[in-house]
């Protein structure tokens, strides 16, 4: 059964930093694209950055352009999200994700694997 491990979280005030990390059970999904969605209380899971299976196609939300950066070690089955420039709004919880095609996509349900989320809070 293929897991997905995020850690990386933590407690951080604005203007601070952290790098999250995805860690695959599986080497042969170094060929898929990966993803990271968040869920804050009370809304819905959204696509925050998605990678190609190479590393050299990145994709952002708008709310995380400049700020946030997505990359990938396939080596290591590994994926990254490097946060800066934290904001209250950030704070959610962090889930890293594989879908089992070579682009990724910002829907939720294009995903087939998902980690069980990493909790990132932001103090004012």
């Known amino acids: 059964q293929v897991q997905l491990a995020e850690s990386g979280g933590g407690l951080v005030q604005a203007g601070g930093s952290l790098r999250l990390s995805c860690v695959a059970s599986?080497?042969?999904?170094?060929?898929?694209?990966r993803g990271w969605f968040r869920q804050a209380p009370g809304k819905e899971r959204e696509f925050v950055a998605g990678?190609?299976?190479?590393?050299?196609?990145?994709y952002y939300t708008d709310s995380v352009k400049g700020r946030f950066t997505i990359s990938r070690d396939n080596a290591k089955n590994t994926v990254y999200l490097q946060m800066n420039s934290l904001r209250p709004e950030d704070t959610a919880v962090y889930y890293c994700a594989i879908r089992v095609a070579p682009v990724p996509t910002n829907e939720r349900n294009d995903y087939n694997y998902w980690g069980q989320g990493t909790q990132v809070t932001v103090s004012s």
């Open positions: 599986e080497r042969t999904f170094g060929s898929y694209a």
């Open positions: 990678i190609n299976w190479s590393g050299e196609r990145t």
